[in-house]
């Protein structure tokens, strides 16, 4: 039975099989993405991000469980951008959430390096495309940090969870690494140790201080990820800012938003592969000695590899 069909009956081995087609970039992935889109769009998607160790796979872990115990079925992905030096955590990631895997209502992936940042984000926006049209009610990416490209995992989710930890240095340091634009919700997790308390009223303090219009104030839990501390609290603040981005047609707004920026990331990456496909790697090579050699500027050799040679 051809894969379109074992994915729409809901066999987990097709999900399986459809992820690694799209995490590699395959021309078959493509066309299962586009024949299953019209099924995409129902599920509640929720990223969560922070620093490398913050707890952000453990306090996944209790989102799942709560959501399983709310009888909702739950898709993960997770990205490794660094996995060459934390492939033990990654494995560790697998083994810990994949523990229910028993549980055929959950689904857990991770997904490694592959090229560059913006490809990785987008390969993990066309995962979470297919847990939504598999017909996970929920949604969930983990990201580390904040991706450089124009295109994040961040725009392709409802809720962003920005977690950090009282080690995280103060609040002025989470602002300059841009996690206040990000998030819907702040988790200071590890709130067993010493500073989560401090940590909560510098954010509070700095995100009263901006002088923003939006209605939504990204609330400030502490939890204790290991422990479920905080969990129900953490449950709460996604409902409430579900029912939030369900009024005034917010949800519609982020929609087209999330879309454009699919859009011109794809425009772009095409652009990319096909300019440095016509003999202009050996081209740049040359330029690049040119330009050590005083004989062009960098500007000047950008402006040659557009010309042919
Ligand atoms: N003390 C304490 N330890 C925690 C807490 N939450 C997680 N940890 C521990 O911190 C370590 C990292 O947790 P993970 O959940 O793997 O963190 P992560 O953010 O997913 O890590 P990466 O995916 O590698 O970036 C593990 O040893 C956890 O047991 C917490 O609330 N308190
Ligand atoms: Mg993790």
Do not use: C
């Not at 810990?96 to 490694?112: E, G, I, T």
């Not at 983990?142 to 103060?170: C, K, N, R, W």
């Amino acid at each position: 039975m051809d894969l379109i069909k074992r994915f729409r009956k809901g066999d987990r081995l097709a999900l399986a099989r459809a992820i690694t087609l799209v995490e590699n970039g395959m021309q078959e992935g493509r066309d299962l993405l586009d024949a299953v889109h019209p099924q995409t769009g129902k599920a509640r998607r929720i990223g969560i991000t922070g620093p490398p160790g913050a707890g952000k796979s453990t306090l996944v872990d209790g989102l799942i469980q709560s959501y399983r115990k709310a009888g909702q079925s739950v898709g993960v992905v997770a990205v490794d951008p660094t996995s060459p030096f934390t492939g033990g955590a990654l494995l560790g990631d697998r083994i810990r959430m994949q523990s229910r895997w028993a549980d055929r209502r959950v689904f857990v992936r991770s997904m490694a390096t592959r090229g560059s940042w913006g490809g990785l984000a987008a390969a993990a926006a066309d995962v979470i495309e297919l847990l939504d049209a598999f017909g996970k009610d929920v949604v969930i990416a983990e990201t580390v940090g904040v991706g450089q490209s124009e295109f994040d995992v961040v725009d392709a989710v409802h809720t962003t969870i920005v977690v950090i930890v009282p080690e995280s240095g103060d609040s002025i340091q989470v602002m300059k690494a841009g996690l206040m634009e990000i998030a819907d919700i702040f988790v200071v997790n590890k709130a067993d140790r010493e500073g989560a308390g401090d940590m909560e009223t510098g954010l509070g303090a700095m995100l009263d201080m901006r002088d923003r219009e939006e209605d939504w104030r990204p609330p400030v839990l502490q939890t204790v990820a290991t422990s479920g501390e905080g969990m129900p609290t953490l449950i709460d603040a996604l409902a409430q800012h579900r029912e939030y981005l369900a009024k005034e047609s917010r949800i519609e707004e982020w929609e087209r938003k999330a879309v454009r920026a699919r859009i011109v990331s794809l425009v772009h990456e095409e652009l990319r592969a096909g300019f440095w496909k016509q003999g202009r790697q050996a081209r740049l090579e040359q330029l690049v000695g040119e330009v050590l050699a005083r004989e062009r500027t960098p500007g000047d050799a950008a402006q040659a590899l557009f010309s042919p040679a």
